[in-house]
T-cell receptor, first 117, second 116 residues
Framework: GAVVSQHPSRVICKSGTSVKIECRSLDFQATTMFWYRQFPKKSLMLMATSNEGSKATYEQGVEKDKFLINHASLTLSTLTVTSAHPEDSSFYIC?????????????FGPGTRLTVT | AQKITQTQPGMFVQEKEAVTLDCTYDTSDQSYGLFWYKQPSSGEMIFLIYQGSYDEQNATEGRYSLNFQKARKSANLVISASQLGDSAMYFCAMRERQTGANNLFFGTGTRLTVIP
């Protein structure tokens, strides 16, 4: 199956700093990428959808100024958590699809565990 | 309303036995897809099986089968001959065609523990 990587796999940062998480599709061009957040023992919640070359579409309740998403190329999307606080500590998972729309399969990355101290 | 409901927060099964994980869904769309994912403690989401709303046959993938009952809006996952490595969180998810997007709606998950 298609491979999606995330970097870093685990990051610890201090409160008030920003942290960037990368999501790469390794063997296909990802027209669409998704960012999910998962709290401990909870389900995945979609944060935003990004299409290459255009602004991300954020889900209701997700602060776009806090969670900056850039999808500058067909193989890379980044999520930057700005001015991180302890409540931002979570597991962040990206997924990528080779096209827009429901006909295209999503392939998940391995996730990034963020801990804000 | 919840689009995906998983009512079993935790399940136990004896090794080599079969287990059924429940999933019900809610949609007004005629065209949709149902997915099951496995999430081990390492965190990655592993795709297991897919059922399209127009598929007449229940999907099967090795030891995994999906018991699709459209009228009841249920899509239960059956794991046969459980193995210790099956211990993980299992998520049911749905994708609706009417949204025009590729959004996946996830249930709250079921933690499966396989007992030796």
């Amino acid at each position: 199956g298609a491979v999606v990587s995330q970097h870093p796999s685990r990051v610890i940062c201090k409160s008030g700093t920003s942290v960037k998480i990368e999501c790469r599709s390794l063997d296909f061009q990802a027209t669409t990428m998704f960012w999910y957040r998962q709290f401990p023992k909870k389900s995945l919640m979609l944060m935003a959808t990004s299409n290459e070359g255009s602004k991300a579409t954020y889900e209701q309740g997700v602060e776009k100024d806090k969670f900056l998403i850039n999808h500058a190329s067909l193989t890379l999307s980044t999520l930057t958590v700005t001015s991180a606080h302890p409540e931002d500590s979570s597991f962040y998972i990206c997924s990528a699809a080779p096209g827009q729309g429901s006909a295209y399969e999503q392939y998940f990355g391995p996730g990034t565990r963020l801990t804000v101290t | 309303a919840q689009k995906i409901t998983q009512t079993q927060p935790g399940m136990f099964v004896q090794e080599k036995e079969a287990v059924t994980l429940d999933c019900t869904y809610d949609t007004s769309d005629q065209s949709y897809g149902l997915f099951w994912y496995k999430q081990p403690s390492s965190g990655e989401m592993i795709f297991l099986i897919y059922q399209g709303s127009y598929d007449e046959q229940n999907a099967t993938e090795g030891r995994y089968s999906l018991n699709f009952q459209k009228a009841r809006k249920s899509a239960n996952l059956v794991i046969s001959a459980s193995q210790l490595g099956d211990s993980a969180m299992y998520f049911c998810a749905m994708r609706e065609r009417q949204t025009g997007a590729n959004n996946l709606f996830f249930g709250t998950g079921t933690r499966l523990t396989v007992i030796p």
